[in-house]
């Protein structure tokens, strides 16, 4: 079984530039996370889709951070514009529908560096 | 809402050392809780997990933790390492009873030196 993909594996831009990162869950899985990881701590929960709908953006910065997941099954999560704080590993997980949060599989995740 | 320390950023040890990465968490409902394995350039795995009965919980590669309610940890131990286990571990803490998400611990560096 194929695991979770994310592509690109690592991306350098300049702050104020626009990036967008690509996650294809395993199949059949009908809920999609989004996590930002920055150097340091620990995994913080962006977004979180059950099929193409939003169920938990609390902790997304909606100025500048949008994700979809268009069809219900990849997403892509998107910065405009970036700033330097925004520096981090995005990392993507899947799990099937209705089960608990700790069964969900990660992807090895997307390395971002703002300069 | 929950929270979790880990307490230690990084942990170096000897092979066949044993070890043990401290984890505490703060909560005003009961809780599962976890630790999760960030091997280099890999994703996190769950390595273990409470959710209720026995408080000592093992994970096949021999590692354990135990769930103490009155001093709120849940630290992580290995009576004796490889080199191998060099990773990142994480300890997570989750609600019971709702559909509340993983909130992670920043997470502990374990270097095993030969």
């Known amino acids: 079984e194929a695991g979770v993909a994310q592509s690109p594996r690592y991306k350098i831009i300049e702050k104020r530039q626009s990036v967008a990162f690509w996650c294809n869950p395993i199949s059949g899985h009908a809920t999609l996370y989004w996590y930002q990881q920055i150097l340091g701590q620990g995994p913080k929960l962006l977004i979180q889709f059950q099929n193409n709908g939003v169920v938990d953006d609390s902790q997304l910065p909606k100025d500048r951070f949008s994700a979809e997941r268009l069809k219900g099954v990849d997403s892509t999560l998107k910065i405009q514009p970036a700033k330097l704080e925004d520096s981090a590993v995005y990392l993507c997980?899947?799990?099937?529908?209705?089960?608990?949060?700790?069964?969900?599989?990660f992807g090895p995740g997307t390395r971002l560096t703002v300069l | 809402a929950q929270s979790v320390t880990q307490l230690d950023s990084q942990v170096p040890v000897f092979e066949e050392a044993p070890v043990e990465l401290r984890c505490n968490y703060s909560?005003?409902?009961?809780?599962?809780l976890f630790w999760y394995v960030q091997y280099p350039n890999q994703g996190l795995q769950l390595l273990l997990k409470?959710?209720?009965?026995?408080?000592l919980v093992e994970s096949i590669n021999g590692f354990e933790a135990e769930f103490n309610k009155s001093q709120t940890s849940f630290h992580l131990r290995k009576p004796s390492v490889h080199i191998s286990d060099t990773a990142e571990y994480f300890c997570?803490?989750?609600?019971?009873?709702?559909?509340?998400?993983?909130?992670f611990g920043k997470g502990t560096k374990l270097s095993v030196k030969p």
């Open positions: 997980a899947s799990s099937l529908l209705g089960s608990p949060p700790w069964t969900q599989y």
């Open positions: 409470y959710l209720s009965g026995s408080t």
């Open positions: 997570a803490v989750s609600g019971v009873g709702s559909q509340g998400n993983l909130i």
């Open positions: 909560s005003s409902v009961s809780v599962y």
